[in-house]
């Protein structure tokens, strides 16, 4: 059963079409990528997904539920986190308040325990604190716990962002250019976090990524776009190799390996 | 230097950082207890109302400091809380039923109005609520069979556990109230900061656009945050009124509101000791504004006659002061001066470059 589905998507801003007709499926369990010159539509698929923007056409289903009718803050409830393309951190707040902030859709006080502190208040304060400790152990972010989003290097709010995406327990996560901007070796990391994420913690992931070391290295299907329209879809050899895919990297003027 | 082992959870979710910071705000609190005997009535007086301008402080800090939203209007929803007070006790309601509702109606009445106005970003938002503010006044005026009109009300003694409450007769009284207000007001503002809706605050503070992709529905927590900021400040109005005695629209005029603004960022946005301290500031300002007259009158024999507008100019200049020289308040200079110490000798420049930034939704929406 496919998780996500994506059937016939149109999205036009004005006269540019930049989602054109796009269909894909990833199964549970899958690693899957976007791949595709810059504007080819990538994060205008994601920012669909995450309900920013309404489709003219077509039908986003995920777990089989239709994902158009809810708002883009309803959208986390189902169990779908993101990573943006340019990080959006909370800059005046911890790295471990960032993460807090992922658990959210777990929430269950009210305005009012929350103003007393019950005894509840604190036990599920508790119980945040436990899944986002977690996630720091996992990411390595022990070191910045405590640190402000404003003062920390590029690389490392990358990983905060993708903590705070794994702090609520997502069934599905969207990881928009993970590795941009990473050194080989925080790269190098990214590529054993994603394998872990898939095979320990069981999440399928949807990305967009230009390093195509890393999507062959952990995806396991890939679907290349260029200006809005479907290329191929396939294995990572495979779409490589596809001479639309070769073409339109070509015909943009960027190498096939970005 | 100051280093603090962490054990539990508990650490972090605790209202204080460690022991010694426990300590000195205990000793902070027995101070503002033991005020009344340590002052005499005028100063107790200026006392209770520096008290007063910290509670709306409070909610305007929750709602600008820490959900980014800039409101122009708050005087209109003190005007709401007092004349909701006053009307109340005027039909017989006792005074401790009185001021929980005052602040609970300002608290409605705010997040109703939250709905649209807080739709709009940066500018749009200033000039959509300082147009409340106009309104309220007019508002006022308009609706005279209950306030008034331009003659104003006059606040009845509180009637409070046999005892006849007024700022004159009975300061120490009026002081402990007024107190009391604000350590609930605190109370609850320093609980939500560390619950999940004060972090949902803080993110919407800083990107809407991710709070969303986290879960929070914008709209809501910001009305959530109007209301509550309204809460408080139609408490504080509630005092007010029984502080000045007498009011009238002009009481509430947009003078007020952009006072509360300009109170806040002098304090430093983005901390409760920022209302407090912005309260002082704005509490002791005519005072100090007096002193100054009094002695370039005696050194020069000319300042005696009063220039209209004067406080409003001095605050002005402060505050221009403040965002030249120190965008990060009153309280953000504390914070260095004691990170200097802590750390001595370590303490580079520009360690608290991160903070510049505030109130940059408008940006990054
Ligand atoms: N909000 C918007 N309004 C108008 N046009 C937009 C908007 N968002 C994206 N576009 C356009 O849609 C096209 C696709 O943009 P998108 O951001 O999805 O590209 P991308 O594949 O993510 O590229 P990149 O690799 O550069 O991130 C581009 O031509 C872009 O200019
Ligand atoms: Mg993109």
Redesign the pocket.
């Known amino acids: 059963m496919s998780l996500l589905a994506f059937e016939n998507v149109t999205l036009r801003?004005?006269g540019?079409v930049?989602v054109d007709n796009v269909s894909f499926h990833v199964g549970e369990g899958e690693v899957f990528a976007l791949v595709?010159?810059?504007?080819?539509?990538?994060?205008?698929?994601f920012?669909l997904i995450s309900r920013f923007y309404d489709p003219a056409e077509g039908d986003i289903r995920f777990a089989d539920k239709p994902l158009l009718g809810l708002r883009p803050d309803q959208v986390p409830s189902l169990g779908i986190a993101r990573t943006f393309?340019n990080i959006e951190l909370f800059e005046q707040s911890t790295v471990l308040q960032n993460l807090l902030v992922g658990r959210q859709r777990h929430a269950k006080s009210n305005m009012l325990t929350e103003m007393l502190f019950t005894p509840s208040v604190r036990e599920e304060e508790h119980r945040h604190r436990e899944v986002v400790e977690e996630v720091i152990d996992f990411l390595e972010l022990q070191a910045y716990r405590d640190k402000y989003i404003a003062g920390l290097p590029y690389g490392v709010r990358k990983i905060v962002e993708l903590g705070r995406a794994l702090a609520t327990e997502p069934k599905l996560l969207l990881l928009?250019?993970p590795a941009s901007g990473l050194s080989v070796e925080e790269s190098q990391d990214m590529i054993f976090w994603i394998e872990d994420i898939k095979k320990q913690m069981g999440i399928t992931v949807l990305m967009?990524e230009?390093d195509m070391n890393l999507v062959s290295a952990v995806c396991d299907r890939v679907l290349a776009?260029a200006d809005?329209k479907e290329l191929a879809i396939g294995t990572p050899a495979e779409v490589q190799a596809h001479p639309e895919v070769i073409k339109a990297y070509l015909g943009t003027g960027e190498g096939k390996t970005k | 230097m100051r280093f603090v082992f962490k054990r539990s959870y508990n650490d972090d979710i605790g209202w204080f950082k460690h022991r010694t910071q426990a300590i000195y705000y205990m000793v902070l609190l027995a101070f503002v207890v033991a005020l009344p005997w340590l002052l005499d009535d005028f100063f107790l007086g200026e006392a209770t109302n520096v008290l007063i301008w910290a509670i709306v402080g409070m909610g305007l800090m929750l709602l600008t400091g820490h959900t980014g939203q800039v409101s122009l209007g708050h005087a209109a929803f003190m005007a709401v809380g007092c004349y909701a007070n006053i009307i109340m006790m005027q039909r017989g309601v006792p005074f401790i039923v009185a001021l929980p509702l005052s602040g609970l109606i300002t608290g409605i009445v705010g997040a109703i109005v939250a709905l649209p106005v807080l739709r709009l970003h940066g500018i749009y938002l200033a000039i959509a609520t300082l147009a409340i503010s106009v309104l309220a006044e007019d508002i006022i005026v308009i609706a005279e069979p209950f306030t008034g009109g331009v003659s104003g009300l006059v606040a009845p003694p509180i009637d409070l556990f046999g005892m006849q409450i007024t700022r004159y007769g009975t300061p120490t009284a009026f002081y402990f109230i007024t107190l009391i207000v604000v350590l609930a007001v605190l109370f609850a503002y320093r609980n939500l900061l560390r619950a999940p809706l004060g972090r949902a605050f803080a993110a919407i503070r800083d990107s809407e656009i991710s709070a969303q992709a986290m879960g929070v529905n914008i709209t809501a927590t910001k009305a959530i945050s109007f209301g509550l900021s309204c809460t408080a400040t139609g408490l504080a109005g509630a005092l007010l009124g029984h502080f000045a005695g007498a009011f009238n629209h002009e009481t509430f005029n947009i003078v007020l509101s952009i006072q509360l603004l300009l109170m806040i960022v002098i304090g430093g946005l983005g901390s409760i000791h920022g209302a407090f301290f912005g309260a002082i500031v704005i509490g002791f300002l005519p005072q100090v504004i007096a002193i100054g007259r009094d002695v370039t009158s005696s050194l020069f024999g000319f300042g005696s006659l009063t220039i209209p507008g004067i406080e409003v100019g001095v605050f002005a200049l402060i505050l221009l002061v403040f965002i030249l020289f120190e965008p990060m308040g009153i309280y953000g200079r504390w914070l260095k001066i004691r990170t200097y110490f802590e750390l001595f000798p370590f303490y580079r420049k520009g360690m608290f470059k991160r903070q510049k930034s505030y109130l940059k939704t408008e940006r990054t929406r």
């Open positions: 801003f004005g540019l930049a595709g010159p810059n504007g080819a539509g990538k994060s205008t698929v920012n393309q928009d250019e967009v230009h776009l809005g």
